[in-house]
């Protein structure tokens, strides 16, 4: 079983839907999940950061936690064109200089 | 607002060359990696170097693969006789904090194609 498994995509849906992206992984120790975003031949940029199980909102973007599912979600709300792009979905443990974990990415289109 | 820097953005070089990527990291952080991502495929950790020494490497990370910071501000990685599966791009990330406990902040990228 692969460490953290992602929906490659693409997902298309239309401007002002509910967008759900969603991770599993297999290492019970990941204690840190993150969401980041990737434009076309950039680099990955943070959004969304939470710890442990639980949820986090910010703005129209929210992250989920399910540890005991091993299962974390991003959210967005009110999708936007500028919303295109891929998510990847990352994790890592609380030990000191341990690598962070990236899914393998969404490819998400938002269709105007 | 401070930014991780790569150069070149763009390499192509001839099957066993060595190239030399470079990332000037964000000046207050302490821990540096690198990732590669092939076309179409997940971002992968290389290897992540603090306080001067490498911290953790992947199995992709072999003898062909060096790292160096030669100053107080760049942070090189050397591929020493590229192969054709070296074709990439090479993302330098870094953070104030190690492992998940801080954001990691990444650069453009350079793409290496190696024909």
């Known amino acids: 079983q692969k460490e953290v498994e992602q929906d490659p995509g693409p997902l298309s849906v239309p401007e002002g839907a509910i967008v759900s992206l969603n991770c599993t992984y297999s290492?019970?120790?990941?204690?840190?999940f993150m969401w980041y975003r990737q434009y076309s031949r950039k680099g990955p940029e943070l959004l969304m950061y939470?710890?442990?199980?639980g949820n986090k909102e910010d703005g129209r973007f929210t992250a989920q936690v399910d540890k005991s599912s091993k299962y974390i979600s991003l959210f967005i709300r009110d999708s936007q064109p500028s919303d295109s792009a891929t998510y990847l979905c990352?994790?890592?443990?609380?030990?000191?200089?341990?690598?962070?974990?990236f899914g393998k990415g969404t490819r998400l289109h938002i269709l105007p | 607002e401070p930014e991780v820097t790569q150069t070149p953005s763009h390499q192509v070089t001839q099957m066993g060359q060595e190239v030399i990527l470079r990332c000037v990291p964000i000046?207050?952080?302490?821990?540096f990696y690198w990732y590669r991502q092939i076309l179409g495929q997940k971002v992968e950790f290389l290897v992540s170097f603090y306080n001067n020494e490498i911290s953790e490497k992947s199995e992709i990370f072999d003898d062909q693969f060096s790292v160096e910071r030669p100053d107080g501000s760049n942070f090189t990685l050397k591929i020493r006789s590229t192969k054709l599966e070296d074709s990439a791009m090479y993302f330098c990330?870094?953070?104030?904090?190690?492992?998940?406990?801080?954001?990691?902040?990444f650069g453009e990228g350079s793409r290496l194609t190696v024909l």
């Open positions: 000046s207050n952080h302490l821990y």
């Open positions: 990352a994790m890592s443990t609380m030990n000191r200089d341990d690598k962070i974990i």
């Open positions: 990330a870094s953070t104030e904090s190690s492992g998940g406990a801080g954001e990691l902040f």
């Open positions: 939470t710890y442990s199980s």
């Open positions: 290492n019970s120790a990941f204690q840190y």
